[in-house]
């Protein structure tokens, strides 16, 4: 029942991410919510789910973004499984934590992106993404982490006790 009501809520998270995130973006940069997702998932629940979501969660967005295949699938499975380590030795309910987790996860995951596109043979001028992309998503990100995660931590609390 977790994996479904996950895979859902990555489902209605990509359409808000293609369809809303557009028109509340700044200068061009939008958060990466399909990231907060896996990383939710991944505080959890752990390694098994924040595979799961990132591996969903990566290829749905490969899938819908026409970038190079794989790129988003590739970044969003490791930082399910290195957060998903993480599950069991960090206090869930701190408010702090997920925002926390958002500046780590998103600086793992452009960096991940940034090494696949540079192998691929991409040109890229490294120092002008970090200053004119990392650094706003991952401001963007944190900002958008607090209050998504406690959405699905509340809405995972009552299907939990639905079931219980």
């Known amino acids: 029942m977790r994996a479904i009501i996950w895979g859902a809520f990555i489902v209605i998270t990509l359409v808000v991410q293609a369809v809303v995130m557009p028109l509340l973006s700044i ?33 749905l967005q490969d899938l819908a973004s026409g970038n190079v295949f794989g790129l988003n699938l590739l970044a969003k499975m490791a930082v399910g499984y290195l957060f998903g380590l993480a599950e069991r030795k960090v206090f869930k ?20 992106v940034t090494c696949f596109v540079v192998v691929s043979g991409y040109k ?15 401001l963007y990100n944190m900002a958008m982490a ?10 995972i609390r009552k299907v939990n006790a639905y079931y219980a």
């Not at 991944?42 to 595979?51: D, F, P, R, T």
């Not at 607090?146 to 509340?154: D, L, T």
Request: aromatic share 8%.
């Open 124 to 138: 890229m001028d490294i120092a002008a993404a970090i200053v004119h992309t990392v650094f706003p998503i991952t």
């Open 146 to 155: 607090i209050p998504m995660h406690q959405v699905f931590a509340k809405a």
């Open 27 to 59: 200068q061009g940069i939008r958060p990466d919510l399909l990231l907060i997702v896996v990383v939710s998932a991944s505080l959890l629940y752990g390694k098994e789910a924040g595979i799961g979501a990132g591996f969903f969660a990566g290829l």
């Open 93 to 112: 309910e701190n408010i702090l934590l997920p925002a926390f987790a958002l500046l780590l996860a998103s600086l793992l995951n452009s960096a991940i």
